[in-house]
């Protein structure tokens, strides 16, 4: 699986990266967002809802585990933080196949229930303003999607 890294120097840059991914993403998308608290996954979300044409304000769903958007596609928005360590499932699988994009915080968290064709973004913390964001894609859609934003 090929990797694909590029370097943000401010929350703006991570935006507008996820703002032009969410223009190349369509109907059953499945994006998961792994990083430490701060990271920045909610801050890329924001950039995929713009990118939705959403203007709701986003906020974390750490309470609800998910919350839903509407935009030229659905976003369904989820942190999934609480659930470390159960197998509850909330019904990922209608939002998995479901009309909408869904972008999954802290997705290591409920592994068995993630699709394996996915988009796995990685974020890590560089310093006070900049991020490396690793790509990995499984699947041959989510490999082209990736190719066209970054390669
Ligand atoms: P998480 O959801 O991973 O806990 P958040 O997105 O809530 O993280 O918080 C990330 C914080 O880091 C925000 O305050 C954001 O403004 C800040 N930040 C600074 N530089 C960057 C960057 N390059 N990319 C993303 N966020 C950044
Ligand atoms: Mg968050």
Redesign the pocket.
């Known amino acids: 699986m090929e990797k694909y890294e590029l370097k ?4 703006e ?2 935006i507008n990266v996820a703002e032009r991914l969410a223009n190349l993403l369509d109907a059953g998308s499945v994006i998961t967002l792994e ?1 430490d ?7 890329f979300t924001k950039g995929l809802a713009r990118g939705l044409g959403i203007s709701r304000t986003l906020s ?1 769903p750490t309470f609800t585990i998910v919350k839903e958007y509407d935009g030229r596609l659905p976003l369904y928005h989820m942190d999934v933080y609480r659930l470390e360590g159960s197998d509850e499932d909330i019904g990922f699988e209608e939002y998995f196949n479901g009309n909408g994009i869904s972008v999954v ?1 802290w997705a290591q968290y409920i592994e068995d229930f993630l699709p394996s064709e996915r988009l796995t973004i990685i ?1 890590n913390y560089l310093d ?4 490396l964001l690793t790509f990995e894609p499984t699947g041959s859609r989510y490999q082209d999607i990736v190719e066209a934003l970054v390669g």
């Open positions: 943000t120097n401010n929350a840059e991570t990083g608290l701060g990271a920045g996954k909610t801050t974390s915080e974020i006070e303003d900049s991020r």
